[in-house]
């Protein structure tokens, strides 16, 4: 195989490798934020939409692509995960072309490779989040910026600096933190050529900005509106895990190299290479490596501690695994470099065995983070079956188990369904209780809705439809969680 096709047969195969791994561990509706997008772009899609009404609407960037889909073929999961799978895939090629224009074409496959075996990644390519989407566009931004600053100056370049800068605007249009994106950058204004590329990058990333500001000026009457709604999501939600600085460190230290943490299975222990890589590259090759370092770790502590409030120090956003995202490129490129600039050359037979069980590590985690997700959201699809059955019936059930169910019907239900809040009175004979024990617990930790206190009484009485148990997944450390059911049950008296 010669010409242009053999350049390009080893990034296709390993898209199309990663494509299958992704379709292959289908991650699905998880009931989360993910629902609230869809619903959004559900409105979109049919005329309704109402933008900045919530932090998740002005997400833009985000939720006009999948109302897009829904206009074409109507509401599926496949069109609403489609943004995020077509964006891993994105990751996964930019990893290539980063790294053979930096280094050399066996770094650029090895860190596609990693990028495509990388459990957070697989995991969060077939689910609705905005954290995929705006780190394949930040990424793509800052690729186009390198390219546009390594140029010959013209008008080329110049072109190359200012769709940068609108495609890290499209970024922000899908979250708030694409200006993070510019640290990355600092060290390229010490050359003199490349400032005025650079001020092409941040002056169209700041027209985004400006219209933004201009339009939810007009409609709101706030050009700050985005801003404001940040900050009243932040203060909706129960109170983060209060850890304190320190404590937060050591948590994000934990979450790229204790083994034995609950969000280790997310990294697959990539991130012990990535960080042996960054070790590496800043004592032995900090003029061309040392941007890569100050891009993985300048995100990882923008996004753990970018600040809500100083005094007292409140952390803007979680330690959510697929918050960091951004760092699936810069963490592959260095764990590639170290790989085949240090082990290779050095322990060619034991490198590659080592970088095979990482392979097979990273596809267990993966597996497993498969796993769980199938227990989020098989009750909801089973409940779906199972109400087909009951046209016209009232159906009591969690909030967010109403939002899958609404999805699953295509925001068309054949019943009427409504969410329980903690003041509701029992209900009449005749209505359906759908109690789907993870969503109901977790709504209750995470949002702070607690059920009815008849939710789980025997008043008022109530008879089983249907039960599903959805049986424990396996556990290498401590014993296996219970059974967790969804029952369907009906209200056959008054309390």
């Given amino acids: 195989m010669n010409g242009p096709w053999r350049r390009w047969a080893w990034p296709v195969g390993i898209v199309a490798g990663a494509l299958a791994i992704r379709l292959a561990l289908f991650t699905g509706l998880q009931g989360t934020d ?4 869809s619903a959004r772009a559900f409105e979109l899609s049919q005329g309704r939409f109402s933008a900045g009404s919530d932090l998740f609407s002005s997400r833009v960037g985000y939720v006009a692509p999948i109302a897009f889909f829904y206009r074409l073929f109507g509401v599926h999961v496949a069109c609403l995960v489609a943004i995020s799978l077509a964006s891993s ?10 790294g053979t224009g ?18 957070l990644d697989v995991f969060y390519a077939t689910e609705a989040h905005a954290d ?6 930040s990424a793509l931004a800052l690729y186009l910026a390198w390219s546009a600053v390594q140029g010959t100056p013209g008008r080329r370049m110049l072109a ?5 800068g609108f495609v890290l605007g499209a970024a922000h249009l899908v979250k708030e933190s694409a200006f993070f994106y510019f640290l990355p950058m ?3 204004w010490r050359a003199r050529e490349s400032r005025g590329r650079l001020a092409a990058v941040a002056g169209a990333f700041a027209s985004v900005i400006l219209v933004e500001m201009v339009v939810y000026s007009v409609a709101r009457g706030d050009a700050f509106h985005r801003v404001h709604l940040a900050a009243a999501q932040l203060r909706g939600v129960p109170a983060m895990e209060d850890l304190g600085f320190g404590g937060r460190m050591a948590a994000l230290a934990g979450f790229v190299a204790n083994p034995f943490g ?4 997310f990294t697959g222990g990539f991130s012990w290479a990535a960080l042996a890589g960054a070790a590496w590259a800043f004592s032995r090759d900090r003029a061309r490596s040392g941007w890569i370092v100050l891009w993985a770790a300048g995100l990882a502590l923008l996004t753990a501690f970018w600040p809500a409030s100083i005094v007292p120090f409140r952390p803007a956003m979680d330690l959510h695994p697929r918050f960091f995202a951004g760092l699936a490129v810069p963490g592959a490129l260095l764990a590639a470099k170290f790989f085949a600039d240090v082990l290779l050359p050095r322990w060619r037979r034991s490198a590659r065995v080592a970088a095979s069980l990482l392979g097979v590590a990273a596809v267990a985690c993966a597996v497993r983070l498969h796993q769980d997700s199938f227990r989020w959201r098989v009750g909801a699809e089973w409940a779906h079956g199972q109400l087909a059955g009951h046209p016209g019936a009232t159906v009591v059930t969690d909030p967010r188990t109403m939002e899958l169910l609404r999805f699953l019907a295509a925001y068309s239900p054949p019943y009427e369904i409504r969410a329980y809040a903690a003041s509701d009175p029992a209900p009449a004979a005749g209505t359906l209780l759908l109690d789907n024990e993870p969503w109901v617990d977790a709504g209750e930790r995470w949002d702070g809705v607690r059920p009815p206190a008849w939710w789980r009484a025997p008043v008022p009485p109530r008879q ?16 296996a969680p219970p059974p967790e059911r969804t029952r369907l049950s009906v209200v056959t008296g008054s309390p």
Avoid: M, N, Q
């Fill in 34 to 37: 993910d629902l609230f997008y």
């Fill in 89 to 98: 895939l994105l990751l996964v090629l930019l990893a290539y072309r980063f």
């Fill in 102 to 119: 930096l280094y050399s074409e066996g770094v650029g496959r090895t860190a596609a490779l990693f990028v495509a075996l990388l459990p």
């Fill in 132 to 137: 995929l989407p705006h780190a394949a566009l």
């Fill in 160 to 164: 190359r600096a200012l769709a940068a």
């Fill in 186 to 188: 600092l060290p390229w």
């Fill in 262 to 265: 609950p969000r280790f299975v």
């Fill in 464 to 479: 089983s439809v249907a039960e599903r148990v959805i049986a424990p997944v396996a556990r290498l450390r401590g014993p």
